[in-house]
């Protein structure tokens, strides 16, 4: 957890330098701005994630399973109950994606785990300036997951409903009202509350996402810069080395709990918004 001696010597260039991302097209604006690493770590954990899967499928057996072939097991039965007991529609889509989407963000988040230095340090004798690999801990990976989540939301809500039930519920709830004038009355209060409704739900998952992943990020540069700056021999180092690796390695085990809790209400709420969107009120 250490901070290297390559880094910057200020504790504020040193943090500002871990924070900063790769970026393409910065002086396009804002807007275009690409975050590089973001997008390279994301697509390569996918990969990993769809080799991992094939490859232990084709080599699984309907023996005495392997210890790996175990755990994995365990996890989709897991997954497999939670969508049972949550969806109350009928896809074959809701499973296969909630296995999908944990297995994602769990992958995207641990690299949370990984010492802040190693990976910055590879990339800066690479001659690359900076580097941030953690992509759920960017606002633009978990709002785009989160866009992702909003049109399945309303394309599962069209499949089982049809056009115009799903967009008559627009008007129509959640205030029901008898008669046709109390219908229109009421119309205007519930478009307003649905269309709140519906920009809370990708909102709420993007930020609950990249909050929880960026202050546990921030926290790990925080512990490394306590020796930041000071040499072997000096009486500083002796002092909060200990506490440095104390620290590093209480929030690292605590940091495992957030990193799987995460990536389990982000499935979760998906499965949950997707059933809400299916069920005929």
């Given at each position: 957890?250490?901070?290297?001696?390559?880094?910057?010597?200020?504790?504020?260039?040193?943090?500002?330098?871990?924070?900063?991302?790769?970026?393409?097209?910065?002086?396009?604006?804002?807007?275009?701005?690409?975050?590089?690493?973001?997008?390279?770590?994301?697509?390569?954990?996918?990969?990993?994630?769809?080799?991992?899967?094939?490859?232990?499928?084709?080599?699984?057996?309907?023996?005495?399973?392997?210890?790996?072939?175990?755990?994995?097991?365990?996890?989709?039965?897991?997954?497999?109950?939670v969508?049972?007991?949550?969806?109350?529609?009928?896809?074959?889509?809701?499973?296969?994606?909630?296995?999908?989407?944990?297995?994602?963000?769990?992958?995207?988040?641990?690299?949370?785990?990984?010492?802040?230095?190693?990976?910055?340090w590879a990339?800066?004798?690479?001659?690359?300036?900076?580097?941030?690999?953690?992509?759920?801990?960017?606002?633009?990976?978990?709002?785009?997951?989160?866009?992702?989540?909003?049109?399945?939301i309303q394309?599962?809500?069209?499949?089982?409903?049809?056009?115009?039930?799903?967009?008559?519920?627009?008007?129509?709830?959640?205030?029901h009202?008898?008669?046709g004038?109390?219908?229109?009355?009421?119309?205007?209060?519930?478009?307003l509350?649905?269309?709140?409704?519906?920009?809370?739900?990708?909102?709420?998952?993007?930020?609950?996402?990249?909050?929880?992943?960026y202050?546990?990020?921030?926290?790990?540069?925080?512990?490394?810069?306590?020796?930041?700056?000071?040499?072997?021999?000096?009486?500083?180092?002796?002092?909060?080395?200990?506490?440095?690796?104390?620290?590093?390695?209480?929030?690292?085990?605590?940091?495992?709990?957030?990193?799987?809790?995460?990536?389990?209400?982000?499935?979760?709420?998906?499965?949950?918004?997707?059933?809400?969107?299916?069920?005929?009120?």
């Amino acid at each position: 957890m250490s901070a290297e001696q390559h880094a910057p010597e200020s504790m504020t260039g040193y943090i500002k330098h871990h924070l900063a991302h790769l970026q393409v097209n910065q002086d396009a604006g804002i807007f275009w701005t690409v975050h590089l690493d973001s997008v390279l770590f994301k697509l390569a954990l996918a990969l990993l994630f769809v080799f991992f899967f094939l490859r232990l499928s084709r080599r699984a057996t309907s023996g005495v399973p392997g210890k790996l072939q175990c755990a994995l097991e365990m996890v989709v039965e897991f997954v497999d109950g939670v969508v049972k007991e949550t969806f109350h529609g009928h896809s074959k889509l809701i499973g296969p994606l909630a296995i999908s989407i944990f297995g994602l963000v769990f992958l995207m988040n641990f690299m949370d785990m990984i010492p802040v230095d190693w990976l910055p340090w590879a990339a800066q004798h690479a001659g690359v300036p900076y580097l941030r690999v953690v992509p759920t801990a960017d606002p633009n990976t978990t709002f785009g997951m989160a866009i992702t989540v909003f049109l399945l939301i309303q394309w599962v809500g069209l499949t089982h409903k049809g056009v115009g039930k799903f967009f008559g519920e627009f008007l129509t709830a959640p205030f029901h009202a008898e008669g046709g004038l109390m219908k229109v009355a009421m119309a205007p209060f519930n478009l307003l509350l649905r269309l709140i409704e519906e920009a809370v739900r990708p909102l709420s998952l993007a930020l609950r996402l990249f909050g929880n992943m960026y202050a546990g990020e921030l926290i790990f540069i925080l512990i490394a810069v306590m020796t930041l700056g000071a040499g072997l021999n000096e009486l500083m180092t002796w002092i909060m080395g200990p506490v440095q690796f104390v620290s590093g390695f209480i929030w690292t085990v605590f940091h495992i709990l957030v990193i799987t809790l995460q990536a389990f209400i982000f499935m979760m709420l998906t499965i949950v918004y997707l059933s809400m969107a299916a069920e005929h009120h």
